[in-house]
């Protein structure tokens, strides 16, 4: 038995599923989680002594690689001066600075801890500037468990099985409307049957908690039309695509600009932190300037703006970086699609920059339910390949590839060989 089954089988008593997390659960693919020991550049180590390439990244925010040097010295230094105060520190004001300074639909920012809180925060906030209560989303779209946004929300319940959640009251959802993804019609559908009481449109500007599904041509211009007509707030949630898709995220790569706009860990160095931020009239509701109440005593905790600073002060200094993960992704993804047409196999390679999915279905995916199309029980066997030989990968069907700047093209072609392998020999014979 490995140190990581043995660490399972103990955490399995101790917390719910052995995990702190449903993502990290490794049941729908028929394996034991890897307890990692440390991590450096695009490698990840477990427990065991064994090396993985890590497609993962933290689900997202180590966008410069493990463990970056720069990074971590401005931890250690941070850290050298106390761990919390409770209390302002310069540092929040330089990382809301910074922010305000890249993202120019952005005028103030909130510091808080994690995506869900920024999201459950920013659609307070569009609510008490509104005035009004019901919320449109997005089906298979995922913006934290806060219980309002429970709702066909997405990669966690979807690879449980679980289409909403145990325990959300249903007077939690009543004000919550689901549209399909990519279809603009659903959209005007909810407002017209909803007339003057949609305070707020929430998208992930690209899908990527059903696996990775990019907006369709004139998508997200649609939805900001939309909202405009109706004097409704247009919500981005960043979380995934904030500072990786481009320096200033998904609103300068698509050119759209939205009211409010929710980040996660990236903008933490991989840390504990989250914002939501926007146009000043709208978060001048926030208290203690208005009405809205929102509050963290760790929000703006020092180490992680400590974190958060340098990455995004090095993703600002160095626009190369964006250059590499996107030409990295465009030969990785474009090397899967490739592959996966010589091989004659029903699958779909779906992909923006650094961000990609591999659906194991014959139809395109466009939306939730095409997602669903997809044969987890292939993905598994899969998924199971790659990781014997060295890939990790999220261990579900419906979660995205992650690329950063420490994958190089020996990496890519590594992993590229390994999925040809795999294609041409494996797939048709299980």
Not at 386 to 409: I, R, Y
């Amino acid at each position: 038995m490995t140190k990581s089954e043995q660490l399972f089988q103990q955490a399995c008593g101790l917390m719910p599923g052995g995990v702190n997390s449903p993502v990290r659960a490794f049941g729908s693919v028929g394996e034991t989680p890897r307890f990692i020991r440390k991590a450096d550049g695009p490698y990840m180590i477990d427990v065991d002594g064994r090396q993985y390439l890590d497609y993962i990244c933290s689900w997202g925010p180590m966008i410069l690689g493990h463990n970056h040097p720069v990074i971590r010295e401005k931890v250690i230094e941070a850290c050298m001066n106390g761990l919390s105060f409770g209390a302002p520190t310069e540092a929040e004001v330089k990382m809301a600075e910074l922010i305000c300074g890249i993202i120019p639909s952005v005028e103030m920012v909130r510091m808080v801890n994690s995506g869900t809180e920024a999201v459950m925060s920013a659609i307070r906030a569009a609510r008490g500037f509104t005035g009004r209560n019901k919320i449109v989303k997005f089906e298979g779209c995922y913006h934290g468990h806060s219980d309002a946004l429970l709702v066909k929300a997405g990669s966690g319940v979807m690879t449980a099985g679980v289409p909403d959640s145990s325990g959300v009251p249903a007077g939690c959802t009543q004000d919550t409307l689901s549209a399909v993804y990519n279809d603009l019609d659903s959209v005007r559908n909810l407002f017209e049957k909803n007339p003057g009481e949609i305070a707020a449109v929430i998208v992930e500007p690209v899908a990527a908690n059903m696996g990775v599904v990019p907006p369709a041509e004139g998508f997200l211009q649609g939805l900001r039309q939309i909202c405009d007509q109706n004097e409704s707030l247009l919500i981005f949630d960043e979380v995934i695509t904030g500072f990786r898709l481009a320096l200033d995220g998904a609103q300068g790569y698509y050119g759209v600009r939205a009211d409010l706009v929710t980040y996660g860990k990236i903008i933490g160095g991989g840390m504990p932190v989250g914002a939501y931020a926007g146009r000043k009239e709208i978060m001048e509701m926030v208290a203690p300037s208005g009405s809205v109440y929102q509050a963290g005593t760790l929000s703006g905790n020092p180490v992680a703006m400590a974190a958060g600073i340098a990455q995004l002060t090095i993703l600002k200094e160095h626009p190369e970086i964006y250059r590499h993960i996107n030409e990295m992704g465009e030969k990785l993804y474009g090397g899967i699609e490739e592959i996966i047409k010589e091989a004659g196999v029903p699958c779909q390679m779906n992909h923006v920059g650094s961000l990609g999915s591999l659906f194991f279905t014959g139809q395109k995916v466009e939306n939730y339910a095409d997602a669903k199309t997809s044969d987890t029980g292939k993905f598994a066997r899969y998924f199971r390949y790659m990781l014997e030989h060295g890939v990790h990968l999220a261990p579900s069907q419906f979660e995205a590839m992650f690329l950063s700047n420490a994958h190089t093209e020996d990496h890519v072609e590594l992993t590229l060989d390994l999925i040809r392998d795999y294609m041409k020999n494996m797939y048709q014979t299980e």
